[in-house]
């Protein structure tokens, strides 16, 4: 396994996403084809806390299972597909839990494991852990595809 360190600008030039909807800060760990760990530092800054909930912020829970496939994109896009060109879309998510509310302060430890990798799909089993707890939990189907011109 490598523990091979990607920080933002290298994660951007493997993701389409940017701010605020980049929801990915930093991979920590990357075993290719097998799996990935990444992290998202919470912050009270993120939009969606404006209105989720304003007296209780707490991160919406398709946000996390979000910075899950997005992690798993990263994975999924540098090793063997090629960002140039390609996309990762969501096909399907199953068994989605949430266990834990997430709030401002928390960083959120993102860890994927693919389960099967073909041509242009893949199915990834992802946990949010916060501080050894996890807070999320989703089989992650994902479709990559070509990126429109």
Do not use: W, Y
Not at 57 to 66: A, K, R
Not at 89 to 103: D, G, L, M, Q, S
């Amino acid at each position: 396994m490598n523990h091979m360190i990607l920080d933002i600008n290298e994660i951007k030039k493997i993701l389409p996403h940017r701010p605020p909807f980049l929801l990915v800060d930093r991979i920590l760990e990357l075993d290719p084809g097998k799996r990935i760990v990444g992290i998202k530092n919470v912050t009270i800054d993120e939009p969606f806390f404006i209105g989720h909930f304003p007296d209780f912020p707490i991160m919406p829970g398709v946000l996390i299972i979000e910075a899950l496939a997005q992690t798993g994109g990263v994975l999924v896009l540098r090793d063997g597909q090629g960002a140039d060109g390609k996309l990762v879309f969501f096909a399907a998510i199953e068994e989605a839990k949430f266990r834990k509310p997430v709030v401002p302060g928390d960083q959120l430890r993102l860890e994927i494991e693919v389960l099967s990798m073909r041509t242009s799909f893949c199915r990834m089993k992802g946990r949010a852990l916060v501080d050894g707890q996890i807070a999320a939990e989703a089989t992650i189907l994902c479709k990559i595809g070509e990126r429109p011109k």
